[in-house]
């Protein structure tokens, strides 16, 4: 692209101002929604009209145009006549011209020094057009022609996928769940089918399932990635101590760790996850060694791992620094229970949720602030069930899906962006218990 010459190039929104550089690239930005706001070399305004949907249009200098191309290409026809200096600006305005683009008819001048039995054609979503008329010779040039950066971009992973699990069985089969929590049909297993294990987000964009138990009590301690299109890799050899029962979650924004769990007697060990999907050996235990518990992310950095058994339900919660430390027990809140399950909502704050109090199921959950403070027992919502599977989906909600209420099921309750859980969607997929969920981009 060439630079932007005699002019300049805002984008204005709600608190946000990104700055542009000469290959079109996003230099700085805060807060929310865009707007593009083009000004000429002379300082006035341009008019900017309505949006364009139809597949042929008709510009007039000193305009700006949206052109929406969600549903065909668009033919845009230049002004037959011009003066130097004429200015016309086009904005992909729903970034659909990498598939559907627009096509320029010079209508008789020439366009970048060609005349116009030339074809001129853009066709990359995102594109920012500005043209003006020079003279004659050169006719209309682009000073600004390349993509502008989709901001502001969604925040947090937008899928979501439930793994592993068991029902007489052991599975390795997945469910993704969509960006607006519907939960797909099984995809065929990829490594070795466990219960009880953990999963957690790494490197901002994928997911890992790690540890687990299989037939005849056999704890493992083998992982599969997940890519950040969902897909789950093959078993790479285990690192740490071999359990199950133990929970997961991400940690400083690309990390993830994997903590408490039993085999059969209880620990408090943990085992870091690095943004490259790399198990790290174990960690000295900190807090009172438990499994059965849920962990989850809150804030922008920080984790919480939170309930569990040692043998009795116990309440009692462990933060985790943004460096993956995690601190001595809190002092429980809620009713302890074991076989819960955790996500993230809100975009920083967490939901803890279902589990078994003195071998009765629940629904009953506890929020989880975005400093990592622990709310007393909402009234619970959907099927009681134990050993359910939890992530994140949309940026900023959660879901809770599958386990064993007596029965085991396959039912899911989505999390609002507030932390409400709702009633019970019909269950996709095999019934399973014990399985785990990761987030995905």
Sequence with gaps: MSGIVGSKLNIRGSGRIAKLGTDGQVLTSSGPGVQANYEDAAGGGLDWQ???????????????????????????????????????????????????GIIIDSNGLNYQGDDDTYTVAYGTDGIGLRIVYMDATQGWIPLF???????????????????????????????????????????????TGRK???????????????????????????????????????????VGTDRSDLSACEYGE???????????????????????????????????????????EYGTDTAIFGYGTTGSEVSMTNLVANTGVVATDVTGVGTARSGLQACSYGGDKGIFAYGVISGVVSSLSNLVSNAG????????????????SACEYAGDKGI??????????????????????????????????????????
């Design 50 to 100: 309505s949006v364009e949907t139809g597949s042929t249009m008709t510009a007039v200098a000193g305009n700006g145009y949206p052109i929406n191309t969600t549903s065909n290409t668009c033919t845009i026809t230049l002004p037959s006549s011009a003066s130097v200096g004429d200015t016309i600006v086009f904005a992909d305005y729903a970034r659909t011209w990498g598939t559907n």
């Design 196 to 238: 009880y294990l953990a999963a957690c987000e790494y490197g901002g964009d994928k997911g890992i399932f790690a540890f687990g138990r299989i037939g005849g009590g056999v704890n493992l301690d083998e992982s599969n990635l997940v890519s950040n299109t969902g897909v789950v890799s093959t078993d790479v050899t285990g």
């Design 373 to 388: 403070v622990v709310a007393t027992d909402v009234t619970g919502v959907g099927t009681a069930r134990e050993y359910p």
């Design 254 to 296: 690309d990390k993830g760790i994997m903590g408490y769990g039993a085999h059969p007697s209880y620990f408090s060990l943990t085992n870091l996850v690095s943004n490259a999907g790399v198990v790290a050996t174990d960690t000295t235990g900190v807090g009172t060694a438990r499994g059965g518990l849920g962990s989850c």
């Design 400 to 441: 809770f899906g599958f386990g064993a209420a007596g029965a085991v099921t396959a039912v899911t309750n989505l999390v609002s962006n507030a932390g409400v859980v709702a009633t019970d969607v019909a269950g996709v997929g095999t019934v399973r218990k014990g399985g785990a969920g990761c987030s995905f981009n």
């Design 145 to 191: 022609d390349a993509a502008v950066s989709d901001v502001p971009e969604a925040e947090g992973n937008q899928e979501g996928l439930f793994g592993f699990g068991a029902n007489g069985s052991y599975y390795s089969i997945t469910n993704i769940v969509a960006n607006t929590g519907v939960v797909g049909s099984d995809v065929s297993g990829v490594g």
